[in-house]
């Protein structure tokens, strides 16, 4: 395959992935003091489908967006949940290569999503901590956050492997997934 052909492939699926991040997280509803939604699914989704790069790159600036556009957010928050996003679908994709050939099985697939899951969490709760913090209380900060947090990375730890598992056949047969396994960087 041509290294045009790879970028393409990349600019492509990396654009509509963090699409679809954007937009699947305009559907939230309020849970716990936070927003339960399946944008962070699509985020795991990316690191399985782009790997660690262009995966984290598509997740991170599709969610930098959404709070860039509808929150009008200040460029820290933009940069935190770039980097917060983009680390959760890399380490989804940094495990899901280290499975190898039993990395498509249903339980591999449920540990990586729940590790890039957990990377988010543990991240989203490192800044809930800074900035309650700097408020005058970081635990009531903190506390407020993580039950809907792990409700996240449960809802995302159950549908990213489902969402996989619901294109693939549609990838292989239409010759993407390999191409898409080339193009993984």
């Known amino acids: 395959m041509s290294k045009q052909k790879v970028q393409l492939i990349r600019i492509v699926f990396g654009a509509v992935l963090a699409a679809m991040v954007f937009v699947v997280t305009m559907f939230r509803f309020p849970l716990l003091g936070s927003k339960v939604h399946f944008a962070n699914a699509v985020c ?46 890399w380490v989804t994709a940094m495990l899901f290569r280290a499975f190898g050939e039993k ?20 991240l989203y709760m490192v800044k809930s901590a800074v900035y309650g913090a700097i408020a005058g209380n970081a635990w009531a900060a903190v506390a407020s956050k993580f039950p809907a947090s792990i409700i996240n990375a449960a809802v995302a730890t159950v549908a ?25 960087g």
């Open 44 to 89: 795991l989704l990316s690191g399985l489908l782009l790997g660690p790069v262009w995966g984290g790159f598509a997740a991170g600036m599709g969610s930098m967006l959404y709070d860039l556009f509808l929150y009008n957010e200040g460029p820290i928050n933009l940069l935190i949940t770039f980097v917060s996003k983009f680390a959760m679908a």
């Open 160 to 184: 990213a492997p489902i969402f996989y598992g619901a294109i693939l056949p549609a990838l292989k047969s239409g010759g993407i997934l390999q191409e898409l396994e080339a193009a993984k």
């Open 103 to 122: 990395r498509r099985k249903p339980v591999n697939l449920v540990i990586v999503c729940a590790a890039g899951a957990l990377t988010y969490v543990a």
